[in-house]
């Protein structure tokens, strides 16, 4: 089980909880996602990365995440999805081919997640080039199934809290591209309000 503590955790238990209140609304088409919705849609994008894209649980290995999703539910549920397989997400711009290259053989991404297809050739070839798959998530059938469940999943060894969050790339000012890194406990706490 989860920590309730944890942000996917906290999703989980809203959406148990109260899963029909209102997650995330997407600003350009409005579309709505309830917490039980969110969580579902984790559920499944978490079961691709392990069931589909080959992804090992618990084992800090970042999911890429394209940047050009926006900040709707695809994005957070790509987000969500990683972080209940135990990994980390790795926000990725594919309009940068020479940056993504460079980011995801550094950390050695295998999956970068993105909504289309229409991904720009020199970053299709920059992903091939650095040994991770581009999986469009719109054209699985299984993330758009209503099937919500990842059952049991207790990935690795280490206290949860411990596990990366996210890996985010910078160029400073040193121009050039270095890695930070967040664990889930620092990440949860930055996103919980002090108390009153």
Known sequence: ?????????????HAAACGEKL??????????????????????????????CGLVGGGNSPVGVATDMGKGQ?????????LKTGNPYLPVDLSLANRTQTMLEDAKVK????????????????????GAELVN?????????????????RPSNRPEEELLA?????????????PSFAVRKT??????????
Do not use: C, W
């Open 187 to 196: 990440y949860d706490e930055f996103l919980t309000p002090p108390p009153s």
């Open 137 to 153: 998530i719109e054209s699985l059938a299984s993330v758009r199934s209503s099937s919500s469940t990842l059952p049991g999943l």
């Open 1 to 13: 089980m989860f920590s309730r503590g944890l942000l996917h955790g906290g999703v989980e238990h």
């Open 23 to 52: 997650a995330i609304v997407e600003a350009d088409s409005g579309e709505a996602l309830s917490f039980a919705q969110l969580d579902s849609l984790g559920n499944r994008i978490g079961k691709v990365l392990l069931d589909e």
């Open 166 to 178: 996210y890996v985010l790339y910078t160029s400073g000012s040193t121009g050039k591209v270095t």
């Open 74 to 82: 695809h994005s957070v549920g790509a987000m969500l999805g990683a």
């Open 111 to 130: 999956v970068v997640l993105t909504d289309t297809d229409d991904v720009p050739p020199e970053t299709a070839e920059a992903a091939r080039k650095a």
